[in-house]
Structures are given as C-alpha cells and as structure tokens.
C-alpha cells in the first residue's frame, strides 16, 4: 500500500474523521447511555462490523488513489454511509427521547451516500475506459513483439534507435526531445534484495513511467536500470516538466520486498536533451548519456 498518498489526500481524511466526531458527538449531546443489561450484543457486533468495514474501504482508497474527483465522491459517498452506520452502532448504547430527530434521520444519509458511490463508481469505469484506450492506441503506434524487453514490457533500445532515426530523417519532425532516467542505487537495491525483486521494481517503475506520459510518447528500456524516452514536438522545458513528473512519482512508490514486506523508496537522476541540425542518433544518445553521468556525480 502507498501510504505516501495520505498526506495529498488529507482534505478527505479530515472530512472522514470529522464525520465519525459528529456522529460521536449527536449521539452522545442528545442520548442517554443504556444499562449494561439493555444492550444487544448481537446488533452491536453487526452493526459495528458494517461500520467497520465501511471505514476499512475508506482507508484503502486513500492509499491506493490520488487526490482527484472520483477519489472524492467515492470517500463521500462512503462517509455518508459510514455516518448512518455509525449512529446505529450507537443506537445500540444510547437512549433518545421519543421525540428526538437523530433517530428519525439517522437512515438518510446511508441512501444518498449510495447515490454518490454509483456515480463514482461509473466515473472511475470511464476513467479506466479512457486509460485503456491510450494504452491500445500507444501499442498501435508501436508495438513490435520481437523488439519489446522482457523484463519491464517497455520498448528495447534497439527499437528507440530505429525510431529516432526516423525522427532525425523527417523534415516535419521538430523539436525533438529525448529524456533519459537512471534509478539511484540500484546496485546497491540487488545486491540487497536480489535480482528478482529488482527485476520486479524495473517492472513498477516501467508501469509509471508509462502512466505519466503523453499518448504521442515513446518509453524504452536503454540498458540496465537506465530508461529513454522520445518526446516528439517538446520543447526542453516542457521535457524537464514531464522527467520532474515522473521522478516526483516513482519517489511516492513504496516499493514492498515480498519477504520482508519492508517499504523502499527509489529516486531517479534524469537528463534532457534537444536535436541540434545534422544529428545523428549515436550523437543524440551520446549527449543525453554524458550529460546523465554529470547529472549521477552531482555536476550537472
């Protein structure tokens, strides 16, 4: 779990805790506790168990989503329902006058708190919908089965050369930016854990990288724990945004070892670079890569 993204949502954590003080708070403020003996242990463990796991559900999509619109209906609505939940939990313990209306609404909430969570849930369908579809139309473009490493599913170096070239021959094609991203020890990371596990970290952060780029983008594993990527019609700072992006990302993954279940954080060390006239590739790669190894020993 990503327990970093706690903190970007900390608006809907406090919404969901200020829900379960008020709850606590009408309860108590309007009822009388009931004797030890008028208590049904029964209802409360049901009822409890649904507020519970209502809560539980809000924790997961707080560490498993960033901060966004469906992210926040799906808290609502279950904050909703959680309210409802919670004070016939409390019913359980409390006494109300007869005429008391927390215990004529308390039901209210619970229904529109439903609607929210189906709304959400169609939203966070077309979210998938829209994501799967830059996925097809990426591999479209450029899917080639014999040119695809194994280890991450990106792209091979040979095939970023092949298309590149045909970038650099293009009299159409301008402003040609390449990113190249190096994760920060990760020697240190497999001699550490093993090669599978860093294998399965190369994997992770591939799947970021593609999430964080554009549908006209090409990522590729370079070699070893170095990735490029080539970003036609960029200009140099619109490419140094795109690499920030993508380093601010993988620096939020907590990274579990199976063993261990230990959280690693990783950071990358990125270099941009720009086509210049009468490029070649080898020139091109050999700049970005030069100016990689000064960006790794803190010179560039």
Aim: charged share 20%; hydrophobic share 45%.
């Amino acid at each position: 779990m990503n327990y970093s993204l706690l903190p970007l949502n900390a608006r809907l954590v406090m919404m969901v805790l200020l829900v379960m003080t008020t709850a606590l708070f009408l309860s108590l403020a309007l009822g009388n506790a009931k004797s030890w003996q008028e208590i049904s242990w029964l209802d409360v463990s049901g009822e409890g168990g649904i507020a519970l796991l209502t809560l539980v559900w809000i924790f997961f999509l707080l560490v498993s989503r960033p901060p966004g619109r469906v992210t926040s209906l799906l808290v609502s609505g279950l904050s909703f329902f959680m309210f409802s939940a919670l004070l016939d939990l409390l019913d359980e313990f409390m006494r109300y006058p007869q005429a008391n209306w927390l215990s004529l609404i308390e039901s209210i909430p619970a229904p529109i708190g439903m609607i929210m969570m189906t709304w959400a849930l169609y939203q966070w369908h077309q979210e998938q919908l829209t994501l799967n579809a830059q996925l097809r139309r990426r591999e479209a473009r450029y899917r080639e089965h014999l040119q695809v490493d194994w280890v991450t599913r990106l792209y091979s170096a040979d095939y970023m050369r092949v298309q590149l070239s045909n970038k650099l021959t293009d009299p159409n094609s301008a402003r040609l930016a390449v990113v190249m991203l190096d994760i920060d020890d990760f020697d240190h990371f497999n001699r550490r854990y093993g090669d599978a596990e860093g294998d399965r970290l190369l994997r992770e952060i591939s799947e970021l990288i593609l999430m964080n780029i554009r549908q006209t983008d090409l990522a590729c594993r370079y070699a070893g724990d170095r990735f490029i990527l080539m970003l036609p019609d960029t200009l140099p700072a619109t490419a140094r945004t795109l690499a920030e992006q993508i380093c601010t990302a993988i620096r939020h993954l907590a990274f579990k070892v199976k063993e261990s279940g230990e959280a690693v954080y990783h950071t990358l060390s990125f270099a941009v670079e720009s086509v210049r006239d009468d490029d070649r590739v080898e020139d091109l790669l050999g700049r970005v890569n030069q100016r990689l190894d000064l960006a790794r020993q803190g010179q560039g």
